[in-house]
């Protein structure tokens, strides 16, 4: 399994200037490329190969005196570089014509230095390394100081360098990892998401939402309307712009935080986890997409899924369809209605039901009605 393993960077002023020059000869190629695909679109010519674009804006640029400056970057960003634009063609494409599952991606646009995200990347062939002093050494940007929080399991076959709207940086290294089965639990769990609980779990425990968007309000609200008014291009603008988007960072940090942690435990103490696949992007479009986009439900899950794969649990989600909190958990009768305003309700057959719990609780039995036995049939095929 390829993971990611991003660290804090801390580059000198003079490594701050070359990686700047760096994100911008990357982001100049990476629109050359995309320029001349569309010229010869529009042209009715046939598709640019990707070898002939790489001589075109690469190999031929740099020897022209409008280019001649690409010369000081690695020539590995810069390919790299027009590599993202080629696997952002191939997505578009195969999003079109159906071969991608998923919503339709939009083909690839015009990066520009404004962007909240700058990034570049560097392969084996950079030769980029990690020194005996603990630094990331990047060809024609040199040592970079990086705060290691843990050690690398192998040897990483990239490394990303970004840098984000608060203007930190980070490498990200990509490195193949082995999977660490832990010792089997006889715990199994359903989890309901929710707004007013995070997570509502069928052994009856309830996570509280942190709402950390909601907490941060009003710190955020008030550094958006110092930026409103410091005067456009001022250098006290461009202040305000980087610790808007460092207390934005803050909030993002916390939730990321929050999931990993949550994840992590439920994870460890249960061997089988089922959730709700939730459609969080239709839900982003309610009067509740403030609390949705909060919550961070898609990040959250992620997690989970790609635990369980590296520690040998099972992970499975649930049809969104299911009624699970109309659904009785004691005798299966569904009622006909139940607005949201009821928190708690009472079957025919006499079960009182907390409403989170009794939809946790359907869930694990849908997950474990769906998987496979050992015959390699479902526990309760189909009628």
Known sequence: MQLRYNFRLYPTPGQRQALARAFGCARTVFNDGLRARQEAHAAGLPRISDGELSKRVITQAKNTPERAWLCEVSAVVLQQALADLNTAYRNFFASISGKRKGPKI?????????????????????????????????????????????????????????????????????????????????????????????????????????????????????????????????????????????????????????????STRIIRDNQAVMVENLAVSGLGRTRLAKSVHDAGWSQFVSMLEYKAARYGRHFAKIDRWLSSSKMCSACGAIQPSMPLAVRSWTCPCGAVHDRDVNAAINILAAGRADRLNACGGTVRPAA
């Open 106 to 262: 939009a083909p690839p646009r015009f990066r520009s230095k404004r962007d909240n995200r700058q990034a570049i990347r560097f392969t084996r062939n950079a030769r980029f390394s990690v020194t005996a002093g603990g630094k990331l050494r990047l060809p024609k940007i040199g040592d970079v100081p990086v705060r290691w929080s843990r050690d690398l399991p192998s040897e990483p076959s990239s490394v990303t360098v970004v840098k984000d709207a608060a203007g930190r940086y980070f490498a990200s290294f990509v490195v193949e990892t082995s999977n660490r089965p832990l010792p089997e639990s006889a715990a199994e769990v359903g989890i309901d998401l929710g707004l007013t609980h995070y997570a509502v779990l069928s052994d009856g425990r309830k996570i509280d939402n942190p709402r950390f968007l909601r907490r941060a309000e009003r710190r955020l609200k008030k550094a958006q309307q110092a930026l409103s008014r410091k005067a456009k291009g001022s250098a006290n603008r461009k202040k305000a712009v980087a610790r808007l988007a460092r207390a934005h960072a803050r909030v993002t940090d916390a939730r990321r935080d929050f999931a990993h942690k949550l």
